[in-house]
């Protein structure tokens, strides 16, 4: 213990930058006005400091308490940005105006070899400050728990830095939750590390894709670290499967490592969830360290159109995350479905384009084309607070001029609670009683062929999924027919399939309506079977990688 008392005595950084905006557009600055002490003449309003982008270029800018760009608050998402040269600039805020940063502080019990049940012991009542490193005036405390954990809520999204007594770390808040893992204490000049993880891709679904990125490991500490071996676990029941590239060696101070990994993720039950990872540091002493990472998993996206006469530029704002760009004349952009959550659209007419041009935006839809539009169109706005609202399914048409900028809000229902995959029985077909009297109906001794809607009402494609029915009934048995129709089909999302389709054309082939003898399974009722008798069925629905859905129907039994 004597030697955890001593981590309190100096002071250390531990640092680690993500990508920082400029605090000025090259494009549109203004004209410095200092007060004599170096800060800028423009104040900042405190509700505009933090992240923004141009809506134009994508470039980052950071506002903080001082400014020398001239600007113009429209509201609480869009700035003018004035300019007496050239054409007004806009920025758009590029993440939530508020974030929360987390983590928990651990020690090396000892600097020794240690026993695998006893490597890192927490450390409670150590100070936290958290400050902005483009404006020093941000900035944020806390103080760690008996577990060692500590919370600072309310800081404007930025690049920060971290102290811990003698130690920093540099991280970039850019979501509205930001967990820090673990920041290893230690009081002499040896090894340390600090993790983080980039991913290929922006978003990640639990749609059973292989997502690639790598885990980037760090040595923060003051000494080179010899024969590291490098684990990265988990045990969260959503991970479909996960594999990185083991990469021993030496770590000199200052330098990092990419360990690349392979991962995809299951069906997910909510909109997003936090898979945690558990990194693991071991040198060729045996010293042990360990961090955390998560991993922002989505449930499924939706898609945004667009199609104009010439290229169009803007943001799409993705709540919790970075500015989505748009560049095109005509794009598609997958986003994550987050219910009850609201998505903002501004669109940009270069100024270097010398014409006005129509355009389309559709959300789950495709774009109208741009060139049949003609009237009737959004003649649009610079402000969020009137944007217009676009609903799933919906599209519409705009009139960009020269310079201007259209703002559109993707607001879903909070009440939405979509499954990637739902699957369930929708309706039962007419029975083939050709063992019978043919009637389409099931009577006592008959054997008849029947097949089953199965709907997905999910938003993701159910793939190759084999259906089998069961039932406990003393007067009826149900077998699998010997149709060579069915094989194992995909079920969109938002659509039922039938039975008899698999393998075959759905659009031409339907047996629900008139039964066949090609239908998938075969009932036979017993002659002793009392009138209008009714036995419970039992359907199992199992996609390729094995998720099980459950479901029940009625099958009813004439005299």
């Known amino acids: 213990m004597k030697k955890l008392k001593c981590l309190s005595c100096a002071l250390l950084i531990f640092s680690v930058l993500v990508g920082c905006g400029s605090s000025v557009d090259d494009d549109n600055r203004g004209t ?55 054409a ?47 404006d020093p005036n941000i900035n944020g405390q806390a103080k760690t728990d008996t ?33 820090l893992g673990i920041i290893t204490v230690i009081n002499d000049n040896g090894c340390n590390f600090k993790s983080s993880v980039k991913m290929d891709n922006r978003f990640i679904y639990g749609d059973y894709t292989a997502y690639n990125g790598n885990v980037i490991i760090q040595n923060i500490g003051r000494a080179e670290c010899t024969g590291l071996e490098y684990t990265i676990s988990t045990t969260n029941t959503y991970v479909d499967n996960f594999t990185f590239t083991r990469t021993p ?19 997910i039950d909510e909109s997003e969830k936090y898979i945690p990872f558990i990194i693991e540091m071991r040198d060729v ?76 935006v559709g959300v789950n839809t ?3 084309n741009p060139n049949s539009i003609t009237d009737n169109v959004d003649k649009g706005n610079n402000r969020t607070d009137t944007a217009k609202v676009l609903n799933l399914g919906g599209k519409t048409d705009g009139f960009l001029y020269r310079g201007a900028i259209h703002t559109f809000k993707i607001v879903m229902d909070s009440g939405i609670s979509h499954k990637a995959v739902d699957l369930f029985v929708d309706k039962m077909g007419v029975f083939y009683d050709t063992v019978g009297n043919n009637d389409g109906i099931l009577n006592k001794g008959e054997t008849a062929r029947f097949d089953i809607g199965i709907h997905n009402s999910g938003l993701s494609t159910a793939n190759r999924v084999l259906t089998t029915l069961s039932v406990t009934d003393p007067y009826i048995t149900i077998t699998k027919g010997s149709s060579s129709y069915c094989s194992n089909p995909n079920i969109g999302g938002g659509k039922t399939v039938d039975t008899s389709y698999y393998g075959r054309d759905s659009t031409h082939f339907s047996y629900l309506s008139n039964g066949s003898s090609n ?38 039994v004439l005299p």
């Open 88 to 134: 007004d600039r806009h920025l758009i805020r590029a993440n939530s105006s508020d974030v929360r940063l987390h983590g928990t502080v651990e020690g090396l019990a000892s600097v020794s070899a240690q026993s695998s049940g006893n490597r890192l012991m927490a450390i409670g009542g150590m100070n936290l400050i958290a400050r902005n490193l483009t």
């Open 32 to 86: 410095p006005n200092n007060n004599g002490d170096g800060r800028q003449h423009g104040i900042v309003p405190v509700e505009y400091r933090g992240q923004w982008v141009y809506v134009h270029n994508a470039q980052e800018v950071f506002l903080g308490a001082y400014t020398n760009l001239t600007l113009e608050y429209t509201d609480g998402n869009i700035i003018t940005v004035k300019n007496q040269n050239s």
């Open 366 to 368: 495709s774009a109208n």
């Open 519 to 556: 239908a998938c399974f075969q009932v036979s009722v017993l002659n002793t079977a009392p009138d209008n008798h009714i036995a419970t069925v039992t359907a199992t629905m199992t996609d390729q990688f094995y998720n099980v859905w459950t479901d029940t129907f009625n099958i009813s």
């Open 249 to 267: 060696g030496t770590l000199l101070p200052d330098r990092s490592i990419n360990i690349p990994i392979k991962v995809s993720f299951k069906y």
């Open 285 to 360: 002493r045996g010293r042990v360290w360990n961090d955390r990472l998560r991993l922002k998993v989505y449930r499924s996206g939706l898609t945004v159109n667009f199609d104009s006469q010439r290229q169009v530029r803007g943001q799409i704002i993705v709540p919790g995350q970075n500015a989505v760009r748009i560049n095109s004349a005509k794009t598609g952009v997958t986003l994550p479905e987050m219910p009850g959550k609201e998505y903002l659209i501004v669109l940009s007419n270069p100024d270097d384009l010398a014409y006005e041009t129509y355009y389309s």
């Open 147 to 179: 577990d060692g954990n500590y919370s600072i809520d309310d800081l404007p999204n930025g690049s920060y830095e971290v102290i811990v007594d003698n130690n920093t770390v540099k991280t970039d808040l850019i979501d509205s939750d930001n967990d």
